[in-house]
């Protein structure tokens, strides 16, 4: 093997040149990268070489010799070890204007397109305890039934009360529910094993509604005391209108099982996004910053330009809340989701709505594409919201044989982004403008509404 110009456990004093997308100072010995937590553009730090790789190297601060101006000062550095908010050292107005210059990047290198304008970043005015929804391992730390999150790259649980970003409710319910179950004597998980009993305690509360949703992921099926013990959690949280216990007994990464029981209340709660109201499951997907959803939402519409006769596809639609924010202004909203229960909640979102002309599919967004290509479906604008990995070539393909007139892409992932929006260009759709909206502050996502149009 090729010698490394660092060795582990090297002491070394360094200079930060650059920060990466996850949010890692990099520093460079001899054309060899070290990326370095809790350091920003500018500063030296003496560090320790903690990890030594054939092209790239860890490494961890001992002191911090110089300060960039950037910095934010953060009290709890589990914060970043945990990945919970690896940006929290940074100031807010600079967080912006990383994730703007991230989508810039990727857009030059990954679509080749360098003349799309990147609007600055909306942000939003407290750019903490924003999280609606929280999902906490559960594991058993010196004996002990404990909740927080794990160390990056790894299953080790860091004991956390204060996340910074979730709504302080959460938090404060978190502590509470976590007593009763230690008072129950509930066994935690343990992941090497695929033994014990609780895997992750889900938090979900509605930003205008505050009804609070409580879901307990478990390894099996039966829950001993575990009505008592919801009963016991509405009481001392009355803002719980839902208690669900999860079944998953496989052995992997994915938090939610197939199977569900209600232990107290109703299956759903509700809450609001401008202006109409919303049912939400535990296993449907909801955005979890209302606040900047709603000018999420609002910049899609307003890039839209919607007139009464659109004929409009709601393409990953979750549970309807972008189609039906606009379903009255327009002709049709067409709209497909892959998970059955949001599909379910889609509909009866409309009809809480009195909407009546939105119709849902379950199913795959390309094959269903496909289905309403084939059965004469006409959009004229189509909305498209996928998950991190983006758009598929048969969907946009797809998409751009319907020949809207425009295409208003919902990306929370800039470089398969910057990949679809490539293709996009070939099959004769560019890019106008895309509007960053921080949904997620103090961390390094980046989610972004885009306008494309059809080429003259
Ligand atoms: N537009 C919604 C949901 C966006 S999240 C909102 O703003 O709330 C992306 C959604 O795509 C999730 O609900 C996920 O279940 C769904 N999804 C993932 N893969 C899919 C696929 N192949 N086909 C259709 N929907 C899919």
Redo the contacts with the bound molecule.
């Keep these: 093997m090729e010698k490394t110009p660092v060795s582990k456990n090297q002491k070394l004093t360094v200079k930060i040149i650059d920060l990466t997308y996850e949010g890692l100072g990099v520093a460079k010995v001899e054309g060899y990268p070290l990326f370095i937590e809790n350091t920003l553009v500018g500063e030296e730090a003496e560090i320790l070489v903690v990890k030594v790789g054939k092209h790239f190297g860890y490494g961890k601060v001992l002191q911090l010799l110089s300060e960039s101006s950037d910095r934010q000062p953060l009290d709890n550095l589990d914060l970043l070890r945990t990945g919970i908010a690896p940006l929290a050292h940074l100031k807010y107005e600079k967080q912006l204007l990383f994730k703007q210059q991230q989508i810039e990047n990727d857009l030059k290198k990954i679509a080749k397109l360098e003349n799309v304008p990147v609007l600055p970043t909306i942000g939003m005015a407290q750019p903490v305890g924003y999280r609606n929804k929280a999902q906490i391992p559960v594991r058993k730390i010196g004996g002990k039934l404990e909740t927080g999150f794990y160390r990056k790259n790894s299953h080790d649980l860091v004991p956390i009360e204060n996340f910074m970003i979730q709504d302080p409710k959460i938090d404060e319910a978190l502590l509470v529910i976590k007593d009763l179950l230690r008072k129950f004597g509930i066994k935690p998980y343990n992941e090497k094993e695929n033994t014990g009993f609780l895997r992750h305690i889900v938090i979900r509360r509605g930003h205008y509604s505050h009804e609070m949703m409580v879901t307990f992921v478990t390894h099996r099926e039966k829950f001993f005391n575990g009505k008592d013990i919801a009963q016991l959690i509405v009481e001392k949280l009355p803002e719980v209108v839902s208690v669900i216990q999860n079944i998953n007994e496989r052995a992997t990464n994915v938090i939610f099982g197939n199977q569900e029981k209600v232990l107290f209340g109703k299956s759903f709660i509700q809450d609001q996004l401008l202006g109409k109201t919303y049912q939400i499951s535990s296993r ?4 979890v910053n209302t606040v900047q ?1 709603e000018y ?2 609002q910049t899609a519409i307003d890039f839209a330009q919607l007139k009464p006769d659109d004929v409009v596809i ?10 039906l924010s606009f379903a009255e202004r327009v002709a049709k909203v067409y709209g ?4 059955a229960d ?1 599909v379910e909640d889609a509909r009866k979102n409309a009809e809480l709505n009195g909407i009546t002309n939105a119709e849902y599919e379950a ?6 594409m496909t289905k309403w290509l084939a059965d004469g479906v006409k959009p004229t604008v189509i ?1 498209v ?3 991190r ?1 983006g758009l ?1 070539e048969p ?1 946009i393909k797809a998409a751009a044989e319907t020949a809207p007139e425009r295409i208003i892409y ?1 990306s ?1 992932n800039p470089a398969t982004l910057a990949r679809d929006l490539r293709l996009f260009d070939d099959l004769g759709y560019q890019a106008v403008k895309v509007q960053p909206v921080d949904l997620f502050p103090q961390t390094t996502s980046v989610e972004c509404v885009v306008l494309l149009t059809q080429k003259k």
Excluded: H, M, R, W
């Excluded at 449907?284 to 955005?287: G, I, K, L, V």
């Excluded at 199913?363 to 269903?368: D, F, I, L, T």
């Design positions: 449907s997907f909801y955005q959803t999420l939402y709601d393409a990953y639609c979750g549970i309807g809340t972008i189609g497909v989701e892959i998970v949001a199913g795959n967004a390309e094959e269903v909305f919201d996928p998950p990995k598929t969907f919902v929370c």
